[in-house]
């Protein structure tokens, strides 16, 4: 396979990067490349890939993770070009890697003063009032870094830190990043004592190191994790919502199919891409979506939500078919990081189990699946990389036999995604027959 010979291919993809507003960063002209050779390349482009990474990703960290999805998935295509020759003859596939700002809390390069730290952490939260409880807070933690008790004083430090973040606590159905319950920093504290160890491993994370997933800063985290989210609403269904309107317009006279493929808040992104602004008017089809772990609510597609009187916020994809192959989604059970930020979403509410399969008010797709609508159950199994997708179905795949660990991150050298298994899931929605009539 060769997916890309133009400008920005020189590792099997093309990066195109987006500001935390949305806004393209192209001063090398990549995307009006692209859409030349969409328009007057001769055989034309059939497909093209848009990945998007998760959460805790700078640049040369995506584009290590999407140079090796590139190896990944060429590997593949070499081992299987018969079977592609066969199912999409003349097949020629353009890959493209997304960047957005998603690694919010880490410690910014070469700085190591509280003062610096509180002003960097200050311009992430968005209000400069911040700054006034972080100095304290981190003076705090240095001195202490995984503290048993949370003073009073940085409790409602904690608390005003996710209150100046500007996150609305909206309930399930709401956009991403506000659709929790509430922000309990004393309890977050406690709960992030007891499963502290797993969420190191998770996250890879060393607390010897001195990085700011401590005891104490936990409640960050948590405010961290659900910043991010809204933030990947505003990064797609702006600047990645018009990428797609653009590589569907230029497009458009060849066929070309457009394939999206998000991870951890990714899948975010894309799921926005598709749906667009607020009131404005949804992307045209794509041919296939997969959903790479989800950080996105189980509940996202559905209308209404059971045992509720609200809808999914992304409901639009599934109600105007945005999507016209297959929607492939993966569960893991060693998820552990992704299901324990969600599940503070709600410290201070009783659990309340939502439709008559009991599925939780706050999950994650990446968790439970999509939830409320319909979709088939499958299992991805050790070395399995093929797999029998339908156009317009649905598909939740348990696949705790092939993310064994690291569930969140994907990053570093021990990252379990970038797999052989979960490429086929990618290539098999890709290569799936359209729907007849």
Known sequence: MSPTNGPGAGSGFILLSYDRYGALRDDDGLLAAVERRLRHQDPPVTDVFVFSHGWLNDQPKAVATYQRWVAAMTDQYLARKADFDTRRPGFRPLLIGLHWPSAPWEDPYGVTSVRHRAAHYTHVIGD??????????????????????????????????????????????????????????????????RVRPYLYAALDQDRRSGGVLRTLLSPLWVTSFWAMKNRAVTVGSTGVHQLVRTLQAAGAEQGLRIHLIGHSFGSIVLCAALKG??????????????????????????????????????????????????????????????????????????????????????????????????????????????????AGARYNVECSRVIVKNGLSLQGAHSNLVRAELAGLVWEGALAAPAVG
């Open 128 to 193: 400069p009032a911040a700054e006034d409880d972080l100095v304290p807070l981190l003076e705090d933690a240095d001195r202490d870094p995984d503290a048993a008790k949370l003073s009073d004083a940085n409790e409602e430090r904690l608390q005003r830190l996710d209150g100046l973040a500007g996150l609305r606590k909206a309930d399930v159905g709401a956009a991403p990043g506000q659709d929790r319950a509430g922000f309990e920093a004393r309890q977050i504290v406690t709960d992030f004592g």
């Open 277 to 390: 602004p607020e009131r404005g008017i949804p992307a045209a089809p794509v041919y296939s979506l997969t959903l790479l772990q989800g950080a996105l609510s189980l509940w996202s597609f559905a209308r209404p939500i059971p045992d509720t009187h609200r809808e999914g916020y992304f409901c639009d994809l599934v109600d105007k078919k945005l999507v016209t192959g297959p929607t492939v989604t993966t569960q893991s059970e060693h998820d552990t990081a992704l299901a324990w930020f969600f599940r503070m979403a709600a410290t201070a509410a009783r659990r309340s189990d939502l439709g008559p399969e009991q599925l939780p008010r706050y999950g994650a797709v990446g968790s439970y699946g999509l939830g409320g609508v319909d979709a088939r159950a499958a299992t991805a199994d050790s070395g399995q990389v093929r797999y029998l997708f339908e």
